[in-house]
């Protein structure tokens, strides 16, 4: 796992800064409206923005999560299809990847 040791330790950071992200998202969302009707609409449209980052965000962090757990059970960096090794330049593009190129490019 020491190979790995950036490309988790990226990890963290990237899950610490989606966890701070989703609390300011949350926060956004729990805000109370105006009592002028134009700027609720326009309150609301900005919501609909705010709940699709927030949607992005916690999909980002199951799967950062994830490629944690995949660490502690010493399967990072290993296929879930082929069981094979996933090579180091596409675990530092996509750290949280749980898949080789070949069995990736076969699912889309």
Not at 27 to 36: N, Q
Not at 65 to 70: D, F
């Amino acid at each position: 796992m020491s190979e790995y040791k950036e490309i988790i330790q990226k990890l963290n950071l990237k899950k610490q800064e989606l966890e701070e992200r989703l609390g300011r998202v949350e926060d956004s969302l729990r805000k109370t409206h105006a009592k002028d009707w134009s700027e609720q609409a326009q309150e609301r449209e900005n919501e609909e923005v705010v709940e699709r980052l927030e949607e992005s965000t916690r999909i980002e962090l199951t799967q950062i999560h994830e490629a944690l757990s995949r660490v502690e059970k010493n399967e990072y960096g290993a296929c879930e299809i082929c069981d094979g090794p996933i090579k180091i330049e596409r675990l530092e593009a996509l750290p949280y990847t749980n898949r080789c190129f070949n069995c990736a490019s076969e699912l889309e």
